[in-house]
């Protein structure tokens, strides 16, 4: 009897048409969109975004890399989108982890991107001064 304790590695693929979400709207193309995995808890993760000549680009993220390799220096991981009528719009993502997997995925514009993340800062601010002054 094989019993495992702990856990093991998962290796999942995800894959993702945006064309039919994103170009319904001409005024969406105006915007750069962003792909935020909200779980900053995996290990690897593999984009890739379609490039020139029916070719993909492989982008890296996760928590086995550097913080500076990410491409927005945010806590959770951010991928630019480039969705436009000219290519498939078909992403796939590989990811890898060792630990417990959640996916929520959102797509914001940048606008969207920065409101969040600045509410999310007030929010912090609040909740760590309350935990300072009980400390004192």
């Known amino acids: 009897e094989n019993?495992?304790?702990?856990?093991?590695?998962?290796?999942?693929?995800i894959?993702?048409?945006?064309?039919?979400?994103?170009?319904?709207?001409?005024?969406?193309?105006?915007?750069s969109w962003l792909l935020v995995l909200?779980?900053?808890?995996?290990d690897n993760i593999q984009m890739y975004s379609p490039g020139d000549m029916?070719?993909?680009?492989?982008?890296?993220?996760?928590?086995?890399?550097?913080?500076?390799?990410?491409?927005?220096?945010?806590?959770?991981?951010?991928?630019?989108?480039d969705i436009?009528?000219?290519?498939?719009?078909?992403?796939?993502?590989?990811?890898?982890?060792?630990?417990?997997v959640s996916l929520p995925l959102w797509i914001y514009t940048d606008d969207e991107l920065t409101m969040k993340i600045s509410r999310e800062q007030i929010m912090l601010g609040k909740y760590f001064s309350v935990v300072g002054f009980d400390i004192l």
């Not at 702990?6 to 290796?11: E, H, K, L, T, W």
């Not at 909200?38 to 995996?42: E, L, Q, S, W």
């Not at 680009?57 to 630019?80: K, M």
């Open 3 to 13: 019993i495992r304790s702990g856990y093991s590695v998962i290796r999942l693929y």
């Open 54 to 81: 029916n070719q993909y680009i492989a982008r890296s993220a996760g928590d086995y890399y550097p913080f500076p390799q990410r491409e927005l220096d945010y806590r959770n991981f951010v991928f630019h989108l």
């Open 38 to 42: 909200d779980y900053p808890h995996i």
């Open 15 to 31: 894959e993702r048409l945006l064309a039919e979400i994103f170009l319904l709207d001409d005024s969406h193309s105006k915007h």
């Open 84 to 100: 436009s009528q000219n290519t498939n719009n078909i992403f796939y993502m590989r990811i890898d982890t060792t630990s417990s």
